[in-house]
Antibody, heavy 122, light 107 residues
Framework: EVQLVESGGGVVQPGGSLRLSCAAS????????MHWVRQTPGKGLEWISL????????FYADSVKGRCITSRDNSRNSLFLNIDSLRTEDTALYYC???????????????WGQGTLVIVSS | DLQMTQSPPSLSASVGDRVTIFCRAS??????LNWYQQTSGKAPKLLIY???TLQSGVPSRFSGSGSGTDFSLTISSLQLEDFATYYC?????????FGQGTKLEIK
């Protein structure tokens, strides 16, 4: 069974930084592109980044570009999201999400973690 | 960004009803359209990908159709566990945007 468990959320002041982690199990992690998707009551679901299976390429939504770095450690079945210069509008539930197809990026999100909550507030 | 517009925003129905939810893209996305179900307090679950392909393990009462800009999700006979919020998402071009959701409630 696929399991994705996020951690690292919390309360942080505007301008601060955070590192989110996702521990993956139940599948061959190194075969899949992974994504981060966030959710807020106001803006709904928002895709924010992906990293290819080999970790060589990553892509970002404009809302986080230049402030976020997604990385992975395939030897430890782990995904990471570093966010700098946090803004109040980054307050959201952050999901670690698995792409559906192995060794290919189809942008179809077939497994989700339970999410980790980030609150940006002074 | 490519905009995804769902209708209606909310819908009341009864167990056993047939319901259809719509999603419109602001430009053609071929069949790169996916549907998700989110129940209260849980993460979204992939129901349908590529507009009409049922994800493994999803009951056959769910079906999807459409191409280009107009898509629909139909539940043929509502069950209690289907009362949830449904989202469409385009997988055609970055950023991979979602609709705002359709909340399906018990009448």
């Amino acid at each position: 069974e696929v399991q994705l468990v996020e951690s690292g959320g919390g309360v942080v002041q505007p301008g601060g930084s955070l590192r989110l982690s996702c521990a993956a199990s139940g599948f061959t992690f190194g075969d899949y592109t992974m994504h981060w998707v966030r959710q807020t009551p106001g803006k709904g679901l928002e895709w924010i980044s992906l990293i290819t299976s080999d970790g060589d390429s990553s892509f970002y939504a404009d809302s986080v570009k230049g402030r976020c770095i997604t990385s992975r450690d395939n030897s430890r079945n782990s995904l990471f999201l570093n966010i700098d210069s946090l803004r109040t509008e980054d307050t959201a539930l952050y999901y670690c999400v698995k792409d559906r197809e192995p060794r290919y990026t189809d942008y179809e999100f077939d497994s989700w973690g339970q999410g980790t909550l980030v609150i940006v507030s002074s | 960004d490519l905009q995804m517009t769902q209708s209606p925003p909310s819908l009341s129905a009864s167990v056993g009803d047939r319901v259809t939810i719509f999603c419109r893209a602001s430009q053609s996305i071929s069949e790169h359209l996916n549907w998700y179900q989110q129940t209260s307090g849980k993460a979204p679950k992939l129901l349908i990908y590529d507009a009409s392909t049922l994800q493994s393990g999803v009951p056959s009462r769910f079906s999807g159709s459409g191409s280009g800009t107009d898509f629909s999700l139909t539940i043929s006979s509502l069950q209690l566990e289907d009362f949830a919020t449904y989202y469409c998402q385009q997988s055609y071009i970055s950023p991979y945007t979602f609709g705002q959701g359709t909340k399906l409630e018990i009448k």
